[in-house]
């Protein structure tokens, strides 16, 4: 059991808040931590795994990490941390990166075997693509056989194809060292197929708690289904228009009526939904 009580203040472009939030996670679990930018998300990432400071506690399977006399450092936290950055050391082999941390040749030849970089042991990083790198840094996270993975914006800065291939790694990890992942991300599709508790941020407050099919599929009435979205575009077509939406890493057309299209603005939040068949908008 992994039990959160923290408090720290927030501060952003222009406001100030604070991060107070109350968890218990259970070993095993992989939750994924969702919200707008500057609620707090990679904060707690960085709080657990001693990289801030906070006020309150933390206890992971009843050895405290935080509290009022102690603060447990980083090194010694049993903590695996995947940023979006890679750093990698540019000057050391695929195998040497994993090495570094821990020398146990077997393990590391296990990790690179399930991350499908087998084949490039003997490769520098400058010679990998970005989704190779990211393969490199999540397999060197598990070298330490870390009680708790982090995972913040991990794949965000690779293309639909590679986030896809590195979310079966990440899962085939998790279940292979039964372990408590943790992964902040702004991706609904990422976030349904692998996590098993969604906790969505809101001004550092933990505004819902649940699985992902409560928070994501929010119906509403005989809706089949609710997914939020952004309009990137509004186009006009004869005499309908038609808003382009972004939902996650897919784009979605969804025709409109001249008078729905006035209420609508490019940039703007909505809810993409469905009753008989018709896709809908609504403001959220």
């Known amino acids: 059991m992994i039990a959160l009580a923290l ?13 107070e939030v109350c968890l218990e996670i259970e070993e095993g679990e992989f939750l994924a ?27 992971v399977s009843g050895v405290e990490w935080l509290g009022a006399k102690r603060v447990l450092p980083p090194q010694k936290r049993e903590i695996g941390f995947v940023f979006q950055e890679y750093a990698l050391f540019e000057n050391m082999s695929v195998l040497e990166n994993l090495l570094f941390v821990a ?15 087998e084949a490039f042991e003997k490769r520098l990083p400058r010679s990998l693509s970005g989704g190779q790198k990211q393969r490199v840094a999540l397999a060197r996270a598990f070298m330490s056989r870390p009680k708790i993975l982090l995972l913040d914006e991990a794949l965000s800065a690779l293309d ?71 309009i990137v575009d509004i186009l006009q077509a004869d005499v309908l228009y ?34 008989a068949f018709a896709p809908s908008l609504s403001k959220l």
Do not use: C, N, W
């Open 7 to 19: 408090k720290k203040e927030l501060f952003g472009a222009t406001t100030k808040s604070a991060l």
């Open 33 to 59: 931590i969702s919200g707008a930018s500057g609620s707090g998300k990679t904060t707690l990432l960085r709080i657990i795994a001693g990289l801030e400071d906070a006020k309150g506690s933390i206890v």
């Open 103 to 117: 020398k146990e040749r077997e393990l590391a030849q296990e990790l690179l075997k399930i991350t499908g970089m």
């Open 160 to 230: 639909a194809s590679m986030r896809e291939e590195l979310q079966q790694s990440i899962l085939a990890l998790h279940k292979r060292f039964s372990m408590t992942t943790i992964m902040v991300s702004h991706d609904p599709s990422e976030i349904y197929k692998m996590a098993t508790r969604v906790v969505l941020l809101e001004k550092g407050k933990v505004k819902r708690d649940a699985t992902p099919k409560e928070v994501l599929l929010q119906t509403e009435g005989s809706q089949k289904f609710s997914l939020r979205g952004e």
């Open 242 to 275: 038609v808003a382009i939406v972004a939902i996650g890493q897919q784009i979605v057309e969804i025709v409109l009526e001249k008078e729905e299209a006035k209420i609508f603005t490019i940039g703007e939040r909505v809810r993409v939904s469905t009753k």
